[in-house]
């Protein structure tokens, strides 16, 4: 019983962390906003343009238009790139004294940690539902129904999850915002180009197909692919429990490594 | 006997390369102002932060209401409210969402949860701009946010690191008020640190003098600076003896040849000039000024600890305030 109380305490004590991550993106939803012009970009340029190129689509999966096979990756693509510069914000409330606050209180370190990660998911839904509606909008056939929403809900949720949880455990190595930056934009790159975001695995380099087996993203895009494009959902569980397990062990990461942001 | 809310034993933090806290014991009773008064870097925040069970003490014990710190966090962390040196209300946020995540976080229960964020912004004279978003806030309402925060809980304790850092002087007198009216109301412990004199002396029961991690003297402010032992008569002059000859004509220094200037500590400060200038007069050693005042707490931390907080302490108070400003343009 005593444990329950525990655990109870613990989720309350992660989601307040996540409802005061969510109410300042309520009270500025212009972020929200802003955030849909690079995937606007990217699908009405880039996803145009190689839609022409015939020669591709012989590498796609079977009628698949080559939009509705970049539309997952767009998806994926948009809450990364957000997630990981998550950790910038978390060495601003650092320096402003926010961190050192909420570590006074009751509150476990993990759970603020969980708590910071959940509110990157839960913004993801926004962002995902603005791709979604764009790709409506530019005629993108997308395979909807309850079950591909809920698994969208869910992969993408874990999405930011995963990714803000990687840059809040490099925040406490690297300690200032200009190298969070920096560090955000030199793995945010490799991640996007060594998974099949925009291009099938097959006609990657060889050597960057292993990295695109170790990386989430890979599994993350496979998983939406599945359910928004392909219907062909014989890799979801794999693609899943290879997301979460990623997400759990950043967060442990994170999260040893948080008391250390205390100044 | 009166009970003691904090109770320190040889406190000790040694860090790698330093020694933070250095075998400090002190304890404050139940509804007192404690403050300690010292230097950056003498040891106050790592102090502070060991009691809210932010660091883990090297060695030394140290109780809270007979609560161990080291073994028993969340209990420690349930009776106190922090209010830290930096920025700690969100500028992305109200001011009642500010004092409600806090409510939450202490399980404050639902029922009640509004009722007292309410008061509590009453209190601290913010309520009428409760729903405005922080960062439109002056510094000075920004600093009761955050002592809100830290109040809603109730604490025993409440821990305030340099409250008034960064604040224009009206804005000091209304947090000094605050802390004063809040211990006299509700019989609230205070253990607050300060590097500012004025601030010590106002507000502090008792204050403990923090240098190089260790304390050297803990008094009531009016013991402390009786203790200096009389009038206070600074000579200036250029003469490189002065001290010297001042010494051996029998009065104490308490402080020599900072910027050509010494300091003697006299009972009778008025009829004592004339004297030590005929004296100095005579022993040819020219006197470029000469000024006399009744004993200060400055006086009383050099006494004890043989320098000043130097004036470039305000670096502190500059980049605090610097923050602040910050802080608003940025997320405005």
Redesign the interface.
């Known amino acids: 019983m005593n444990i329950f109380r525990a655990l109870g305490?613990y989720i309350?004590?992660v989601l307040?962390i996540a409802?005061?991550e969510l109410?300042?993106i309520r009270?500025?939803q212009t972020q929200i906003w802003i955030r849909t012009v690079q995937p606007a970009l990217w699908l009405a340029i880039y996803g145009y343009t190689m839609s022409n190129i015939s020669a591709l689509s012989k590498y796609l999966p079977a009628n698949i238009s080559y939009l509705q096979f970049m539309t997952p990756g767009i998806l994926a693509q948009s809450v990364l790139f957000v997630a990981i510069f998550f950790g910038i914000t978390v060495v601003w409330e650092r320096?402003?004294?926010?961190i050192?606050?909420?570590?006074?209180?009751?509150?476990p370190r993990s759970s603020i940690v969980i708590g910071k990660a959940l509110s990157a998911g839960v913004r993801g839904i926004f962002q995902a539902i603005t791709i979604v509606i764009l790709a409506l909008i530019m005629q993108v056939h997308l395979l909807l129904n309850p079950l591909s929403i809920i698994g969208l809900f869910v992969i993408i949720v874990l999405l930011g999850m995963c990714f803000s949880a990687l840059s809040m455990a490099l925040a406490p190595i690297f300690k200032t915002r200009e190298r969070m930056m920096g560090i955000g934009q030199a793995i945010t790159m490799p991640l996007f180009f060594a998974s099949s975001a925009i291009y099938p695995i097959e006609i990657m380099p060889s050597w960057i197909k292993p990295i695109a087996v170790v990386n989430p993203l890979t599994y993350v895009v496979s998983g939406l692919r599945g359910l928004l494009a392909t219907g062909d959902l014989h890799q979801l569980p794999l693609d899943i429990l290879v997301i979460l397990g990623s997400t759990v062990i950043l967060l442990i990461l994170a999260s040893l490594g948080f008391k250390r942001l205390?100044? | 006997m009166e009970q003691q809310a904090i109770v320190v034993e040889n406190l000790v933090k040694e860090y790698p390369r330093v020694k933070a806290v250095d075998g400090v014991s002190f304890s404050v009773a139940k509804g007192e102002i404690f403050g300690l008064l010292g230097p950056n870097g003498a040891g106050k925040t790592t102090t502070i932060r060991t009691l809210l069970t932010l660091i883990k003490p090297t060695s030394g014990k140290v109780t809270m209401f007979d609560v161990d710190v080291t073994r028993n966090s969340e209990t420690i962390r349930r009776m106190s409210g922090y209010v830290p040196q930096d920025v700690s209300a969100d500028g992305e946020l109200t001011a009642y969402e500010n004092v409600l995540i806090y409510a939450k976080l202490y399980d404050m229960p639902r029922q009640e949860r509004k009722k007292r964020i309410m008061d509590v912004l009453g209190y601290l004279q913010i309520k009428e701009r409760a729903n405005d978003m922080v960062n439109t806030y002056s510094g000075g309402m920004m600093r009761r946010l955050e002592i809100a925060q830290a109040l809603v809980n109730r604490p025993k304790v409440l821990f305030l690191d340099e409250p008034s850092i960064g604040l224009d002087p009206n804005a000091r007198r209304i947090i000094w008020e605050l802390i004063n009216r809040l211990r006299n109301e509700f019989g609230t412990t205070i253990f607050l640190t300060t590097h500012d004199m004025n601030e010590a002396d106002i507000l502090c029961d008792r204050i403990g003098i923090m240098n190089k991690g260790m304390l050297a003297t803990l008094d009531t402010p009016e013991k402390l600076k009786s203790s200096v032992g009389g009038d206070v008569i600074s000579i200036g002059s250029p003469a490189q003896d002065c001290a010297r000859k001042v010494k051996e004509m029998g009065y104490n220094i308490i402080s020599s040849a900072q910027n050509n200037q010494c300091d003697i500590v006299v009972e009778n400060g008025e009829a004592t000039i004339p004297l030590l200038l005929g004296k100095l007069n005579a022993g040819g050693i020219k006197v470029e000024s000469v000024s006399l005042k009744k004993p200060t707490l400055d006086d009383a931390f050099l006494k004890y600890t043989g320098s000043r907080i130097e004036a470039d302490q305000g670096d502190t108070f500059q980049s605090a305030k610097r923050a602040r400003t910050a802080f608003r343009r940025f997320t405005q």
Not at chain 1, 95 to 98: A, E, I, N, P, Y
Not at chain 1, 100 to 107: C, D, E, F, Q, R
């Open positions: 305490k309350k004590s307040v409802e005061l109410r300042k009270h500025d320096d402003l004294g926010l050192n606050k909420l570590l006074s209180t009751p509150a205390a100044t």
